[in-house]
């Protein structure tokens, strides 16, 4: 089993450039997020999907987008690139949230960087 | 708002023992989660509490009291590989993942 997997692992961008990270897991897992890592700042929440067909926004929604393709894939898009997006990305899965630990399973992380 | 506080940096000597703590304020509360991460690396699962006292796994253990909203991780025997970063985290009334900034654990020798 791959787990959870990343593409790129490095991507730079110019300002308004777009992209897409690519995101795919092989556990079966329903549920999928996107989170991004910023030195002295915990995780944040971009985007997640509870389960197939659905997506909800988390704590820093703006200036992205996401589909949930299948239940194994999850893309994240920057339509506009911003300095202020230049950061790691995580993609995580889990397989039910809100029963019994719900371990979140990470990818290997995007490291982008916008000038 | 919602907010973890844990410190920023730890360090301990190669064989001791280490209470790393975080505190937290959440909207609702359903469990304290520890992740560890290592440089460049990804964060990998720990331990989870969902009620108040202690788990252990291994040299790892993890305690939880939700009336202090307060939880600990408890490194015994240190090895020089735990050097990384322990993130805290709390699952909110959404079943969103509620994270800290992370706290740096240096072992030295």
């Known amino acids: 089993n791959a787990g959870v997997t990343q593409t790129p692992k490095f991507q730079v961008l110019k300002t308004g450039q777009s992209m897409t990270l690519q995101c795919a897991q092989d556990?079966?897992?329903?549920?999928m997020y996107w989170y991004r890592q910023d030195p002295g700042m915990g995780l944040r929440l971009i985007y997640y999907s509870a389960s197939e067909g659905t997506t909800d926004k988390g704590e820093v929604p703006n200036g992205y987008n996401v589909s949930r393709l299948n239940k194994r894939e999850f893309s994240l898009r920057l339509e506009s690139a911003a300095p202020s997006q230049t950061s790691v990305y995580f993609c995580a899965s889990s397989d039910i949230p809100g029963q019994g630990s719900d371990e979140q399973y990470f990818g290997p992380g995007t490291r982008l960087t916008v000038t | 708002g919602q907010s973890l506080e844990q410190p920023s940096e730890v360090t301990a000597v190669e064989g001791a023992i280490v209470q790393i703590n975080c505190t937290y304020q959440?909207?609702?509360?359903?469990?304290l989660s520890w992740y560890q991460q290592h440089d460049g690396g990804a964060p990998t699962f720990l331990s989870y509490n969902g009620l108040d006292g202690l788990e252990e796994t291994g040299r790892f253990s993890s305690f939880l009291s939700r009336s202090d909203s307060y939880g600990y991780l408890l490194l015994q025997e240190l090895q020089m590989k735990d050097s990384a970063s322990y993130l805290c985290a709390v699952r909110n009334s959404n079943y969103q993942l509620i994270w800290g900034a992370g706290t740096k654990l240096i072992i030295k020798p």
């Open positions: 556990m079966n897992h329903n549920s």
């Open positions: 959440t909207s609702g509360f359903y469990g």
